[in-house]
């Protein structure tokens, strides 16, 4: 009787203890996983606008290209990238009058610094090449509720600022040809008799104003 009692004590003990270690188990995963939605929600995008304008003079060959290649750089070799960034450098190429926004993912706060230009290995002829540098600062705080707090601030480069990366490129072709004016025949013909038509009148009121003046004799 004693020994079963004391049998009975042992497996409680047992269930309880198993019963503290699974409590404690699910409080750890529960704790893991609230730091993962914690670090899930401290990540942001931020979005740098850039535009090209693409103006055209004169005539236009054919097969003209219209894309212009352009590229960002970090200042730090740390500092977050857009994807599809290669070796530092994010590459990428807008036409005619196109948009784009440029996204950055950022996870932690900090001071990050870019260069954005227009990239130009061979210049062409009757091209004109925007060359502007823009400087790009992103500014990346703690926020209240646990997140972060972001600012983009673009920048020409005399230092003020610039609601987006602008460039400006245009191509001037050569001039329509001027034909030589050439009077036309039918042009021609029309003078010639009005010229006729004019000296008869006038040969006319000559010959009647002599006549006239025989009558009078």
């Avoid at 503290?20 to 409080?27: H, S």
């Avoid at 060959?61 to 960034?85: H, S, V, W």
């Avoid at 926020?143 to 003020?160: E, I, R, S, Y």
């Avoid at 990366?165 to 042009?187: L, M, Q, R, W």
Wanted: one cysteine or more; hydrophobic letters at 35%; glycine letters at 6%.
């Amino acid at each position: 009787m004693v020994r079963n009692r004391r049998t009975g004590n042992i497996k409680n003990r047992g269930r309880f203890s198993a019963c503290v270690a699974g409590i404690a188990l699910i409080a750890v995963l529960l704790q893991g996983l609230s730091v993962k939605a914690e670090a899930a929600s401290q990540k942001t995008v931020v979005k740098i606008p850039v535009s090209q304008t693409f103006e055209i003079k004169n005539q236009v060959p054919d097969g003209l290209n219209r894309e212009f290649q352009y590229i960002m750089t970090c200042e730090e070799a740390k500092a977050p990238m857009p994807e599809e960034t290669s070796e530092g450098t994010y590459t990428f190429t807008l036409k005619d009058n196109e948009k784009k926004v440029i996204e950055i993912a950022y996870e932690h706060a900090g001071v990050y610094y870019y260069n954005l230009k227009q990239q130009v290995s061979d210049k062409k002829d009757k091209f004109s090449y925007d060359e502007t540098n823009y400087k790009v600062a992103v500014y990346v705080t703690n926020a209240d509720n646990g997140g972060l707090d972001t600012q983009v601030v673009v920048k020409n480069p005399d230092g003020t600022k610039s609601a987006e990366a602008f460039f400006h490129n245009s191509y001037t072709g050569d001039n329509p040809a001027k034909g030589n004016t050439i009077v036309k025949t039918g042009d021609t013909q029309n003078i010639i008799l009005w010229c006729s038509i004019a000296a008869i009148a006038v040969a006319v009121f000559f010959l009647a104003v002599f006549i006239r003046r025989k009558k009078c004799q």
